[in-house]
T-cell receptor, first 113, second 110 residues
């Protein structure tokens, strides 16, 4: 099992540009989560999906952030336009037990200059 | 609002000694608690968990204690090893959410 796969590992972009982060959950998992890690706030839940349907997006900071899950094996998190304060590590996680143990990807280090 | 708090950003211990990482929470509806370990450039990995109906759970060198009246849990690592050096996240689950603390960086010195 390859685990949760995220791409890219690193993304450097300029303010105002569109950024798309990608995630492939573990096969068979029916929950997918997007988290953001910052020094001040630790791991913040942005949004989560169940069976490809967004359940709670109250953690999405602004309308500049959007997430989709077109099928069970792929999800994207998009930031448009990006700002320097969006710089953080973004993690995707999946699970099959609802809110039990989460399996995390390696994260995407985003730097917005 | 930070419902799960890890007030110590860092902890340094000597190899062989006990490491104690602490976590406080504010929501009495939390019913399941987890600890995750994170190495640099990797995602967090699950370490140990405890249900609110228990006050202790042990797995090898790792033990988690839960004090519901104080809304406090702790992770004990005995004996600590250099390979335990990582960031440790406490997480808590109410009905439909999982909240993480800010993390504690543990350094185990040889």
């Amino acid at each position: 099992d390859a685990g949760v796969i995220q791409s890219p590992r690193h993304e450097v972009t300029e303010m105002g540009q569109e950024v798309t982060l990608r995630c492939k959950p573990i096969s068979g998992h029916d929950y997918l989560f997007w988290y953001r890690q910052t020094m001040m706030r630790g791991l913040e839940l942005l949004i989560y999906f169940n069976n490809n349907v967004p359940i709670d997006d109250s953690g999405m900071p602004e309308d500049r952030f959007s997430a989709k899950m077109p099928n069970a094996s792929f999800s994207t998190l998009k930031i448009q336009p990006s700002e320097p304060r969006d710089s953080a590590v973004y993690f995707c996680a999946s699970t099959y037990t609802g809110w039990g143990k989460l399996f995390f990807g390696s994260g995407t280090q985003l730097s917005v200059l | 609002d930070q419902q799960v708090k890890q007030n110590s950003p860092s902890l340094s211990v000597q190899e062989g000694r006990i490491s104690i990482l602490n976590c406080d929470y504010t929501n009495s509806m939390f019913d399941y608690f987890l600890w995750y370990k994170k190495y640099p450039a990797e995602g967090p990995t699950f370490l140990i968990s405890i249900s609110s109906i228990k006050d202790k759970n042990e797995d090898g060198r790792f033990t988690v204690f839960l004090n519901k009246s104080a809304k406090h849990l702790s992770l004990h690592i005995v004996p600590s090893q250099p390979g335990d050096s990582a960031v440790y996240f406490c997480a808590a689950r109410p009905d439909n959410d999982m909240r993480f603390g800010a993390g504690t960086r543990l350094t185990v010195k040889p």
